[in-house]
């Protein structure tokens, strides 16, 4: 697989990373070029076929609008906010994809060397990335404290996305019946949470 240099001239992955509400990572895949669009990665992924195979007993993964909609994948809503509830859906939206922000922060802030950058073979660079999510699980299974933050890491952003994947219309369904379940009335006891097990993002790492 070719390996180009991004926009910022130098040269990256797209790493996809799944995590949990304890900002544990459950799946991470590191195998693809900064380039590559974010739902080509999860298409070809093995958390795709493990929540088609229902192993998260019917759970289900928060993500941007760059992966689509699907029975087990919800994204925010990008056309007009109509009602309430889809606001609050979207609000809520935000709120939970935070928990992988978080996640990416603490990861990168534990092992700098994921901002700054890897001058190594892209194979050991692959495995490096892998070591470095067992040990940051290992790190918050014990409640380690972060480091003192000394050095000054850039972030490198989100990778630029074309347009939003075109949603189905059965998997829209899926989405609309959970917002009117859960979001038609910000006095339902359960507004504010999308139930959900786990949180999908992709970020650049070089």
Same mark, same amino acid.
């Given at each position: ?78 056309n #007009?906010? /109509? ?9 809520? *939206? ?14 990168k802030?534990?092992? #700098? ?38 050095i000054?890491?850039?972030?490198v ?35 504010? *949470?999308? #139930? ?8 650049? /790492?070089?």
């Amino acid at each position: 697989m070719d390996f180009d240099a991004n926009r910022k001239g130098y040269f990256s992955l797209n790493v996809q990373a799944v995590c949990d509400p304890d900002l544990k990572i459950v799946d991470v895949v590191v195998r693809w070029p900064g380039s590559t669009h974010d739902a080509t990665i999860f298409e070809y992924s093995y958390i795709k076929t493990r929540m088609e195979q229902n192993d998260f007993n019917n759970g289900l993964l928060l993500g941007d609008s760059g992966y689509g909609v699907k029975s087990y994948i919800l994204t925010p809503l990008l056309n #007009p906010i /109509i009602t309430a509830a889809e606001h609050r859906y979207n609000q809520s *939206h935000i709120r939970t994809r935070n928990i992988i922000e978080r996640m990416f922060g603490v990861w990168k802030r534990r092992f #700098p060397v994921l901002s700054l950058g890897l001058k190594l073979e892209i194979e050991v660079i692959q495995d490096v990335i892998v070591a470095t999510t067992v040990l940051h699980n290992i790190a918050r299974a014990e409640n380690e404290e972060l480091p003192e933050d000394e050095i000054g890491i850039e972030d490198v952003g989100d990778i630029p996305q074309p347009d939003p994947v075109q949603h189905r219309g059965t998997d829209n369904a899926v989405r609309q019946a959970l917002i009117d379940d859960y979001f038609s009335s910000k006095d339902d006891n359960r507004y504010g *949470h999308v #139930p959900l097990n786990l949180i999908l993002k992709n970020t650049p /790492i070089h």
